[in-house]
């Protein structure tokens, strides 16, 4: 079954520095991807960064970057020059390409992290 | 474009009652997920509509249904309600297989 566990329930960085929230996963299907997304105070689910099991590459979406390691089967999220805005819940999340899981995203607890001035 | 959108965004019943949440999703996409989302159990996959049909359930009891239309809209209801079924109900859109884009969920409080 897939899983997704997120270590970290709450993170502090300073503003402008760097801050990477750690994701593993589990899987047995060789076709996934794996997501990271924003949830603020609001509650919206903002989408900020994507990686496939084949991508060769790590993604990067401007400040975010995705740090695929795929034998250890774990995919941190790196955000480069906190600001203030940042202070949300953030969310590790996979999606089995293959069999019938369709539209089905599994999630992680969760990283609430905090950005200080 | 515009995003997805959820009505309403509160909503406050009590127990027996039954619920019908919508959503719209983003033009062009054609898949909508449903997702639970409580301090205690997390994100939940409630289910998936593709082209009206449903394609995927997740572990929620009969009372959680759901359908989708033919403009891709899609509503979900909850029949007999229980104060544990007190969340934000998330819905999600996409084209096919690809990303999910959320909507700004409704706040279900069950008394």
């Known amino acids: 079954a897939q899983k997704i566990t997120q270590t970290q329930p709450g993170m502090f960085v300073q503003e402008k520095e760097a801050v990477t929230l750690d994701c593993t996963y589990d899987?047995?299907?060789?076709?996934?991807?794996l997501f990271w997304y924003k949830q603020p105070s609001s509650g919206e689910m903002i989408f900020l960064i994507y990686q496939g099991s084949y991508d060769q590459q790590n993604a990067t979406e401007g400040r975010y970057s995705l740090n695929f390691q795929k034998a250890r089967k774990s995919a941190n999220l790196v955000i480069s020059a906190s600001q203030l805005g940042d202070s949300a819940m953030y969310f590790c999340a996979m999606r089995e390409l293959g069999g019938t899981s369709y539209g089905k995203l599994t999630f992680g607890q969760g990283t609430i992290l905090t950005v200080h001035p | 474009k515009a995003g997805v959108t959820q009505t309403p965004r509160y909503l406050i019943k009590t127990r027996g009652q039954q619920v019908t949440l919508s959503c719209s999703p983003i033009s062009g996409h054609r898949s909508v997920s449903w997702y639970q989302q409580t301090p205690g159990q997390g994100l939940q996959f409630l289910f998936e509509?593709?082209?009206?049909?449903?394609?995927n359930k997740g572990n929620f009891p009969g009372r959680f249904s759901g359908r989708q239309f033919s403009n891709s809209r899609s509503e979900m209801n909850v029949s007999t309600l229980e104060l544990g079924d007190s969340a934000l109900y998330l819905c999600?859109?996409?084209?096919?297989?690809?990303?999910?884009?959320f909507g700004p969920g409704t706040r279900l409080t069950v008394l």
């Open positions: 899987t047995s299907d060789p076709s996934y991807g």
């Open positions: 999600a859109s996409s084209w096919e297989a690809d990303t999910q884009y």
């Open positions: 509509y593709f082209s009206e049909t449903q394609r």
